[in-house]
Nanobody
Framework: QVLLVESGAGLVQAGGSLRLSCAAS????????IGWFRQAPGKEREFVAA????????YYSDSVKGPFIISRDNAKNTAYLHMNSLRPEDTAVYYC??????????WGQGTQVTVSE
């Protein structure tokens, strides 16, 4: 099991950028796929992006493909979500998760991103 802590919450104007971080405990970080979901008020949690254990295979939802970039630094046990060209519809609580084959998905506590007009 791995403990995840997100950071980087903030309020930003439309068109701005934010970087979210997902810091993990433990020594097996490189064995996990890391990803991000988000949940806007009154909506279901939706997939945003994921990065595989190899560090270069990535997946994105169609709504963020292009402006958002996911990355990881295994030496720092940290994954990042670089969010550019933010829009008000990107406002949500962002959650990171960690997956390992045969294991249970671990979730962070979430971090709030608010994009104003």
């Amino acid at each position: 099991q791995v403990l995840l802590v997100e950071s980087g919450a903030g309020l930003v104007q439309a068109g701005g950028s934010l970087r979210l971080s997902c810091a993990a405990s433990g020594r097996a970080f490189s064995a996990y796929t890391i990803g991000w979901f988000r949940q806007a008020p009154g909506k279901e949690r939706e997939f945003v992006a994921a990065i595989m254990r190899n560090g270069y295979t990535t997946y994105y939802s169609d709504s963020v493909k292009g402006p958002f970039i996911i990355s990881r630094d295994n030496a720092k046990n940290t994954a990042y979500l670089h969010m550019n060209s933010l829009r008000p519809e990107d406002t949500a609580v962002y959650y990171c998760y960690a997956d390992r084959p045969g294991g249970v998905r671990n979730w962070g506590q979430g971090t709030q991103v608010t994009v104003s007009e």
